[in-house]
């Protein structure tokens, strides 16, 4: 499975953006997969999760009510709608995979797959 993330950029603090993460292969539904974001100088932590047949999400504390994890089977892409940004929320967003229609996945060492990054920069 491959990943290519997109849809990063510089934002200000209340504005939205939609993070996009496509990924190759023919069985996409069988796939669980979430987002994670690392700032600088800090750990990579969990922002949210799906379960490949799109069921089932889980959110991070600081991701509940402002973002949303998504899934288009047809299209081969999971979305992180990020409304109500925060400053805070600066830092590279990473999209990972691993197999699981029903699971739910929220450590990193779990992933199996990681997509490239994007960037996230919100502006006060």
């Known amino acids: 499975v491959q990943l290519q993330a997109s849809g990063g950029g510089l934002v200000q603090a209340g504005d939205s953006l939609r993070l996009s993460c496509a990924a190759s292969?023919?069985?996409?539904?069988?796939?669980?997969m979430g987002w994670f974001r690392q700032a600088p100088g800090k750990e990579c932590e969990f922002v949210a999760a799906?379960?490949?047949?799109?069921?089932?999400?889980w959110y991070a504390d600081s991701a509940k009510g402002r973002f949303t994890i998504s899934r288009d089977v047809a299209k081969n892409t999971v979305y992180l709608q990020m409304n109500s940004l925060k400053p805070e929320d600066t830092a590279v967003y990473y999209c990972?995979?691993?197999?699981?229609?029903?699971?739910?996945?929220?450590?990193?060492?779990?992933?199996?797959?990681w997509g490239q990054g994007t960037q996230v920069t919100v502006s006060s």
């Open positions: 292969g023919r069985t996409f539904s069988s796939y669980a």
């Open positions: 799906i379960s490949g047949t799109g069921g089932s999400t």
């Open positions: 990972a995979a691993t197999f699981g229609p029903h699971r739910i996945v929220v450590l990193k060492k779990d992933y199996d797959y």
